[in-house]
């Protein structure tokens, strides 16, 4: 069975700040993928990243990077520099290429305080 | 413009009142899926669809129907709703002609209250 974890339910940063979004997946198959999304208070899903998993390059994309190691099963998310527009809540998932459902994780909810 | 549309966005019901959420998308995707977003629980998978005329239970199947009887749509059937289906409900689809890694698409959601 697969199961994403999302440990954080909560994270609250001053603007500014770096943080780290974690999320760790189970899996046993050797090909899977990846995924990251966004929510904004206004409620729409928002695609960020998608990995697969013969892929452990590290991703930057703007203030944006994503560390993924096979070795610990974790995909993280950190956000550079966080600004305001950042508040949201972010998931995780994964889908195994065998497989035909997608799981996500619980979410964490990020606060960027000015 | 490649979207996903869900209606209604809000909708207030009654317990044991049949009701119909609609799913549409414009991309010609294969596959197509309803999650269920409450507090705490992420998103669950209720149903999905990996062509027409196919459909299959995801984690949370209980009290929902669906069906697929043209590629763009994908409607979610609450035949009897109770107040534990009182949920915010999102709407998907994937292109699968180079397999399931790519995207996915979401609609907007729909918020339901069940009475």
């Known amino acids: 069975a697969q199961k994403v974890t999302q440990a954080q339910t909560e994270i609250s940063v001053v603007e500014k700040e770096d943080v780290t979004l974690d999320c760790v997946y189970e899996t046993r198959d050797t090909t899977y993928y990846l995924f990251w999304y966004k929510q904004p208070p206004s409620g729409e899903l928002v695609f960020l990243i998608r990995?697969?998993?013969?892929?452990?390059q590290n991703e930057i994309s703007g203030r944006y990077s994503w560390n993924f190691q096979k070795s610990t099963s974790s995909f993280n998310f950190t956000i550079t520099a966080s600004q305001v527009v950042d508040s949201a809540v972010y998931f995780c998932?994964?889908?195994?290429?065998?497989?035909?459902?997608?799981?996500f994780g619980t979410g964490t909810s990020l606060t960027v305080i000015p | 413009e490649a979207q996903v549309t869900q209606n209604p966005r809000y909708l207030i019901t009654v317990t044991g009142k049949k009701l119909t959420v609609t799913c549409s998308q414009n991309m010609n995707h294969e596959y197509m899926s309803w999650y269920r977003q409450d507090p705490g629980l992420g998103l669950r998978q209720i149903y999905y669809?990996?062509?027409?005329?196919?459909?299959d239970k995801g984690d949370v199947p209980e009290g929902y129907k669906v069906s697929r009887k043209e590629k763009r749509n994908f409607p979610l059937i609450l035949e009897s709703p109770s107040p534990n289906q009182t949920s915010l409900y999102f709407c998907?689809?994937?292109?699968?002609?180079?397999?399931?890694?790519?995207?996915?698409?979401f609609g907007p959601g729909t918020r339901l209250l069940v009475l």
């Open positions: 998907a689809s994937v292109k699968l002609a180079s397999g399931m890694q790519e995207t996915q698409y």
């Open positions: 998932a994964l889908i195994i290429d065998t497989g035909n459902q997608f799981y």
């Open positions: 990995r697969n998993s013969f892929d452990e």
């Open positions: 669809s990996m062509n027409v005329e196919v459909t």
